[in-house]
């Protein structure tokens, strides 16, 4: 926070109440614990469809300024989220103000553990950027409000491969939408960022007969998709640019700009990076370009959807089926951008609050 100082007018001074849209938020929450180095914050944006629920972001954060925007954002997006995907979760996200491979500690997570306790299940946690599913299982230790655990413990593992399969059902409603087929075979799909979700997007991709065109900063990543997958391996500065059907974004965000959006020679957007447009007006110049972009918290929903079926035990069978839903999902949200004529963004958005607002005047109705 800025500390009030001579030299600052008090009507500039921004506080924690000025920062937080209290419009927005329903509340947020500070946790410290001295002993293990924990300063912890979790935003609770909005419980109407049920519990908040988001992953755990363990990051050295520049300051408590840069953390609390951070999870503000966070949270919020989450509920735009859950509620896209049809889960009855609501949107949270808690940060860890530190840098993980310094401050990592069971002492660390069992305090973190408590502070989610003590918020009685409004919040539930998993893991996110700089957390892992064992990390989870010490949180578990002393709170219910955990999910995403090991599958040794019963619970749904690692998210990837489940984000990796949400990614192929909205690759496949955009080519329903633009092509009128579901059949992927012969495209030429380029994916930034062969990690976690891009391999395992690029692996179900390569066995449906689509042509690759990887990119990543990592080139052990890039080595093995070129041998394993027969993928064409370009640099990270030209990937955007590449002439293909559909362009995968699954490295970090803020692909999209007013100087990348001219350069992409894409019919279609569809990638698991979270944030990818650098600002909302980016959504309406992607509309302009004519390219079809599915949001990324559409797209990237497998994992949450995942996450979330772990609650009560977790059944392979049940997440998939949830996950393939975000195939119809975005088949609604392009036929409404199209109906309305806006931004396929700005048209997930409406989705998500449509929902919400009808299920606060259920809850209101007597
Ligand atoms: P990851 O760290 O395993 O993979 C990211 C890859 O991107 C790495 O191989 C890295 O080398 C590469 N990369 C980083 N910067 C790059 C750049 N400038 N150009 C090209 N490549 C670059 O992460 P992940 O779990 O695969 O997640 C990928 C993205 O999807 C992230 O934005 C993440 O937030 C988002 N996401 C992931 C999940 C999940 O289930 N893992 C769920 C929802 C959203």
């Not at 293909?244 to 990638?271: E, R």
Request: glycine share 10%.
């Amino acid at each position: 926070m800025c500390l009030p100082d001579e030299t600052i007018p008090a009507e500039a001074i921004l506080g924690v109440f000025d920062l937080v849209d209290t419009e927005s938020h329903e509340s947020v929450h500070f946790g410290v614990d001295h002993k293990s180095g924990l300063r912890s914050i979790i935003a609770i944006h909005d419980t109407t469809l049920g519990p908040a629920l988001g992953g755990t972001r363990f990051y050295p954060y520049a300051s408590e300024d840069e953390a609390l925007v951070d999870v503000l954002r966070l949270s919020k997006g989450m509920t735009y989220k859950a509620a896209c995907a049809g889960l009855d979760q609501g949107g949270g996200k808690a940060v860890i103000i530190g840098d993980p491979s310094e401050l990592r500690s069971d002492d660390l997570f069992l305090a973190y553990g408590r502070f989610v306790d003590s918020l009685g299940g409004t919040y539930i946690t998993a893991e996110d950027v700089g957390t892992t599913v064992s990390d989870m299982a010490i949180v578990r230790q002393v709170t219910d409000h955990v999910s995403g655990l090991p599958m040794e413990m019963g619970g749904s593992g690692d998210p990837s491969p489940a984000t990796a399969r949400g990614v192929v059902s909205a690759i496949e409603a955009v080519s329903e939408h633009l092509w009128d087929t579901d059949e992927l075979a012969g495209r030429r799909i380029a994916i930034k960022g062969i990690g976690k979700v891009g391999f395992s997007l690029a692996e179900r991709l390569h066995r449906r007969g689509v042509e690759l065109v990887v990119a990543d900063i990592n080139t052990s990543a890039t080595d093995r998709a070129a041998s394993d997958l027969g993928a064409k391996v370009i640099s990270v500065d030209d990937i955007h640019a590449v002439d293909c059907d559909i362009f995968a974004p699954c490295a970090l965000g803020a692909d999209f700009n007013a100087v990348t959006i001219p350069q992409l020679a894409c019919s279609a957007i569809a990638g698991s990076a979270n944030n990818q447009l650098a600002t909302p007006a980016d959504g309406i110049r992607l509309k302009d370009a004519g390219i079809t972009y599915v949001p990324d918290f559409v797209a990237n929903a497998g994992g949450i959807i995942n996450i979330a079926s772990g609650e009560g035990g977790y059944s392979t069978e049940k997440a998939i089926a949830m996950i393939d839903r975000i195939r119809s999902t975005v088949a609604n949200i392009l036929t409404k951008a199209v109906e309305l004529d806006i931004d396929t963004h700005a048209a997930a958005v409406l989705v998500a609050d449509e929902r919400i607002a009808a299920a606060k005047q259920q809850e209101e109705t007597p």
